[in-house]
T-cell receptor, first 115, second 116 residues
Framework: QKEVEQNSGPLSVPEGAIASLNCTYS??????FFWYRQYSGKSPELIMS????GDKEDGRFTAQLNKASQYVSLLIRDSQPSDSATYLC???????????????FGKGTLLTVNP | DTEVTQTPKHLVMGMTNKKSLKCEQH?????MYWYKQKAKKPPELMFV???????INESVPSRFSPECPNSSLLNLHLHALQPEDSALYLC???????????????FGPGTRLTVL
């Protein structure tokens, strides 16, 4: 059973701080890793994808991947109240056929950024 | 343009009704997905179409019937639903190259379904 684990939170940070969101996964063969942001009542929005070990930066967001430790994280610098949302970690393994399309989602971490 | 559209935004139906949810994308993606999401839970995969063929059916009850008329459109036909089927139904699409390990999935805004 492939699993993706996230701290459910809520994670509360002050405005301007760095928010750190963590995710671990059980399938060592996983190849692709994604972070989605979901505002209450809205659909998930893809904000970061990472495929190789190391860091990937996009604006205020940095994704970090460590395949040896089976760990992926998302850092949000200079957090804003508008970043308050649930962040979903999603992982895809590499299999032939249809299962190559399947994402395994974590349960999500609720982030609250306080003004 | 990373846009997936869904209609309707909201749907209320009785247990004896038949209705359809519609999804459209114009990104040239060849894989399309239906997910169901309950409150405070992650999306739950229902169906995957790859190159207009049903690739994955996650043991979804037959009261949900997917259809992919062409590479840009995806429908979900609903019949004899139960109140517990009330949820946010999400459509997503991705490039769909079977050899790619990337396949970023982009979600539509969803249809909020209430079954009375």
């Amino acid at each position: 059973q492939k699993e993706v684990e996230q701290n459910s939170g809520p994670l509360s940070v002050p405005e301007g701080a760095i928010a750190s969101l963590n995710c671990t996964y059980s399938d060592r063969g996983s190849q692709s890793f994604f972070w989605y942001r979901q505002y209450s009542g809205k659909s998930p929005e893809l904000i970061m994808s990472i495929y190789s070990n190391g860091d990937k930066e996009d604006g205020r967001f940095t994704a970090q991947l460590n395949k040896a430790s089976q760990y992926v994280s998302l850092l949000i610098r200079d957090s804003q109240p508008s970043d308050s949302a649930t962040y979903l970690c999603a992982v895809r393994g590499f299999n032939s056929g249809g299962s190559n399309y399947k994402l395994t989602f974590g349960k999500g971490t609720l982030l609250t950024v306080n003004p | 343009d990373t846009e997936v559209t869904q209609t309707p935004k909201h749907l209320v139906m009785g247990m004896t009704n038949k209705k359809s949810l519609k999804c459209e994308q114009h990104m040239g993606h060849r894989a399309m997905y239906w997910y169901k999401q309950k409150a405070k839970k992650p999306p739950e995969l229902m169906f995957v179409y790859s190159y207009e063929k049903l690739s994955i059916n996650e043991s979804v009850p037959s009261r949900f019937s997917p259809e992919c008329p062409n590479s840009s459109l995806l429908n979900l036909h609903l019949h004899a639903l139960q109140p517990e089927d009330s949820a946010l139904y999400l459509c997503a699409s991705s490039q769909g190259s079977s050899g790619s390990s990337y396949n970023e999935q982009f979600f539509g805004p969803g249809t909020r379904l209430t079954v009375l």
